[in-house]
T-cell receptor
Framework: AQKVTQAQTEISVVEKEDVTLDCVYETRDTTYYLFWYKQPPSGELVFLIRRNSFDEQNEISGRYSWNFQKSTSSFNFTITASQVVDSAVYFCALSGRSSNTGKLIFGQGTTLQVKP | DAGVIQSPRHEVTEMGQEVTLRCKPISGHDYLFWYRQTMMRGLELLIYFNNNVPIDDSGMPEDRFSAKMPNASFSTLKIQPSEPRDSAVYFC????????????FGQGTRLTVV
């Protein structure tokens, strides 16, 4: 079975603080893909990043960075110098090669509130 | 490209009525997905199509739900008859390839059944 766990339900920080959103996944597939999506208050789901299971390089995009560690089955997301506009619900998702469909298994989401 | 387009954005209907949600995927994408988001169950896949053919509808909750994709640029999700527990946000998403590529989501349809 495939599963994604985002243990942090809600996080509240003050602007300019760094914040890390945790994601732990379970899968029996040896090839799989991990994703992060952002859902701002307006409601749409915005794609942020995709990572393949065979590529453990961390990635940085502006204030965003992602730490993928297969040894701990984690794919954590860090926002540096958070801004009010970062306030949203963030979802981690998994797609396993065995499904061969692109079906996404989502975590329950972490609500991030950045206060001015 | 305009992205995935869903209509309507909001729908309020009375219990027992038929509801039809519409989706236009991104041109050139071969996969189309319908997801439902609720507080209790989070985001869950209802059904997906590949090249207009329904491949897996195991997530469709009941026979009251049906989905069609008559052509590459249009899909519908129908609920008949609707019930209050169907109230949720319904997302349509599309992707170029199935496994391993990101899906792009529409803005969702917020359905309220009273």
């Amino acid at each position: 079975a495939q599963k994604v766990t985002q243990a942090q339900t809600e996080i509240s920080v003050v602007e300019k603080e760094d914040v890390t959103l945790d994601c732990v996944y379970e899968t029996r597939d040896t090839t799989y893909y991990l994703f992060w999506y952002k859902q701002p208050p307006s409601g749409e789901l915005v794609f942020l990043i995709r990572r393949n299971s065979f590529d453990e390089q961390n990635e940085i995009s502006g204030r965003y960075s992602w730490n993928f560690q297969k040894s701990t089955s984690s794919f954590n997301f860090t926002i540096t110098a958070s801004q009010v506009v970062d306030s949203a619900v963030y979802f981690c998702a998994l797609s396993g090669r065995s499904s061969n469909t692109g079906k996404l298994i989502f975590g329950q989401g972490t609500t991030l509130q950045v206060k001015p | 490209d305009a992205g995935v387009i869903q209509s309507p954005r909001h729908e309020v209907t009375e219990m027992g009525q038929e509801v039809t949600l519409r989706c236009k995927p991104i041109s050139g994408h071969d996969y189309l997905f319908w997801y439902r988001q609720t507080m209790m169950r989070g985001l869950e896949l209802l059904i997906y199509f590949n090249n207009n053919v329904p491949i897996d509808d195991s997530g469709m909750p009941e026979d009251r739900f049906s989905a069609k994709m008559p052509n590459a640029s249009f899909s519908t999700l129908k609920i008949q008859p609707s019930e209050p527990r169907d109230s949720a946000v319904y997302f349509c998403a599309s992707s170029f390839v199935g496994t391993g590529t990101e899906a792009f989501f529409g803005q969702g349809t917020r359905l309220t059944v009273v």
